[in-house]
């Protein structure tokens, strides 16, 4: 089964971690740009990692049969740093790069003035490089910041289907759904949504412009969460070609909107091998089945 990661921070990540999500099935992904736990000090920061995600990073992961993409921006919690806001003037040269296939991750986190600034000049980046963008809602009164967010993106013109709202969850979802924009969800433990949750809203919403992702990184998080999504929509009755469309060609057909995705397979790696099974050949996630059917 092809699975396609839209939302996940490599950088935070060990080789282990890319091995397993191979023989899961994730053969794509994309990076955000984010913070990295702590503040930066100075643009050059910002510099060195935007470099490395263009570059070391998608060699790392070219080394275990993932194709990897990005997308670049100045982070929501960064954007009321003064020391940081500089780094706008840096994402221009960036967005043109190859494997660049968004703007963001972008949005808000304590909804200041500041943020409302950044935000407005990513979306109006997104509109002159024409690309797609990538939004976080905060994590703090997500129903007001999600429907804060729509209305800026709607006063920037953005294409309605050129923007992803991120980290949703069941207070919020309907007014992103209603809007046109892509649905995004996080499966991401204790903190955002989990597997039952997030297949509850499909059975509900369906499956039109929904995206899963694992989010992880730094913190307790879990790179094979796309894949035990995939499993927990089987066990609730979603046919294989189902999971295929929400774990690889709804990803596909948005972020494929940049013109920048690369899908053919590594070299040196086989074509991928199509099947119903999410587990077949697959140590790691059998035993995960397994459990769940014991």
């Not at 499993?231 to 009755?237: E, N, Q, S």
């Not at 060609?249 to 091998?273: T, W």
Request: aromatic content about 8%; proline content about 6%; charged content about 25%.
């Amino acid at each position: 089964m092809r699975i396609f990661d839209p939302h996940i921070h490599m950088t935070s990540r060990t080789t282990d971690d890319y091995e397993a999500m191979y023989d899961a099935g994730v053969r794509a992904l994309v990076e955000p740009a984010f913070w990295l736990g702590q503040p930066r000090t100075t643009v050059g920061s910002f510099i060195d990692y935007f470099d490395a995600l263009i570059g070391w990073e998608r060699f790392r992961a070219a080394q275990f049969g993932i194709r990897h993409h990005c997308t670049i921006a100045l982070n929501p919690k960064e954007a009321n740093d003064p020391r940081c806001r500089e780094v706008m003037e840096h994402l221009p040269r960036y967005l043109v790069k190859d494997g660049v296939v968004a703007v963001g991750e972008t949005g808000y986190d304590s909804m200041t003035p500041e943020e409302d600034d950044i935000l407005s000049q990513h979306l109006a980046l997104a509109i002159e490089y024409e690309l797609p963008a990538l939004v976080h809602t905060p994590h703090r009164d997500k129903v007001t910041g999600t429907r804060r967010t729509l209305d800026v993106a709607i006063e920037s013109g953005l294409p309605v289907e050129h923007l992803l709202v991120d980290h949703l969850n069941e207070t919020c979802v309907d007014m992103v759904a209603d809007s046109g924009a892509w649905m995004g969800f996080s499966i991401y433990p204790d903190t955002k949504m989990d597997e039952q949750r997030v297949v509850a809203i499909m059975q509900r919403i369906g499956l039109d412009r929904v995206i899963v992702n694992s989010a992880a990184d730094w913190g307790r998080s879990d790179p094979l969460k796309t894949a035990k999504t995939g499993r927990a929509m089987l066990d609730a009755g979603f046919t294989a070609a189902d999971v295929d469309r929400v774990l690889w060609q709804n990803p596909v057909d948005f972020y494929g909107q940049s013109g920048r995705l690369i899908l053919d397979p590594v070299p040196g790696f086989e074509p991928e091998r199509q099947g119903p099974d999410l587990f077949e050949g697959n140590s790691v996630l059998r035993g995960v089945a397994s459990r769940r059917e014991a």
